[in-house]
Each structure stands twice: as C-alpha cells, then as structure tokens.
C-alpha cells in the first residue's frame, strides 16, 4: 500500500514524565489492535525531532495522540481535526520538553506543500507531570478511549 495512503498515527511525549507519555502508551495499545490492518502506520514520535517532518509530509492522513491542556477534568478526552486542530496548537504554544513543537513540524509540512489533508490531535488532559514511567489513573483509563477515537476517524476518513 501507498505511504499516502496509509493513517499516520504518531504518538508523542515523554514517557519518564507520568501522563506526559500517554500518547507513547497510546501507540503501544494500538499496536495490538491495529496488527492486521495495512493502511496504518504507528510512530512512536517520543518527544518530537525534526526528523518527524518527512513522515508526516509523507502522509494524506495523520492522527497525532498526545497529552494536551485544553481545560477538561483530567483523564479527559478532546478530538481537534482539521482546521480546529491547527488553531489549538497555534494558540497553545507553551513550555514543553519536547525538541520542536508540533506546530514547527505542521508548518514545514504546510510551507512543503504536503500538510495532510486528513488531520486530527487527540487530546489526553494530563492529572500530572511528575517523574514516573506510569500515567496516573485517569489517564491509564483515557488511553482506550483515545485508541478507540483514533479508529472512529480511520473509519470516518475511509467512507
């Protein structure tokens, strides 16, 4: 199958920082569901890297899974696709541990002419930040329900 035409999951965060790492957790239980299906690639995208720009050029669908502070009960999950994704990130550029932010990467997919047509983050609201390699409870409870969202838009995108 066409790169292009595979879904693009990425998983991002820092799996040393509780519920930081829910979107790394995220693309681990997704390997096992998503094990037979061809038109989906997971990335575990670790705390983001320029490096990341070419896969996501490469792609026409991408769902990014990540932990994000929009103001919901902890453990929480929001979808923001497409426009409605790019002004989250845009708006909400904020200290992070990660390398390059994803509104870096999104822009030179934009600026090379490939920004995915099919695009979605989903949100996890973190409880907390703190040093472990274990989300806390809420956010081990949201990481099916991000998996399953993840899916609904495949199978959205695909009709």
Not at 56 to 85: C, N, W
Not at 106 to 116: F, K, S, W
Request: with cysteine; hydrophobic share 45%; proline share 3%.
């Amino acid at each position: 199958m066409n790169v292009r035409q595979k879904t693009l999951i990425l998983g991002i965060g820092n799996i040393l920082l509780q519920d930081e790492g829910a979107g790394i957790h995220a693309i681990r239980q997704l390997a096992g569901l998503t094990e037979n299906r061809d038109d989906i690639e997971l990335m575990d995208g670790g705390t983001l890297s320029f490096s990341l720009a070419g896969a996501i050029g490469d792609t026409d669908r991408l769902i990014v899974i990540d932990a994000a502070h929009y103001d919901g009960e902890p453990g929480s999950t929001r979808v923001f696709e497409g426009k409605q994704m790019d002004t989250f990130i845009g708006s909400n550029r904020q200290c992070s541990v990660h390398e390059v932010s994803l509104i870096d990467l999104m822009a030179i997919a934009l600026l090379a002419g490939q920004l995915p047509g099919h695009r979605a983050l989903i949100g996890i609201e973190p409880q907390t930040i703190a040093w472990g390699e274990s989300p806390s409870p809420l956010v081990a409870g949201a990481i099916g329900q991000a998996c399953h969202q993840a899916l609904q838009l495949i199978e959205a995108w695909h009709a």
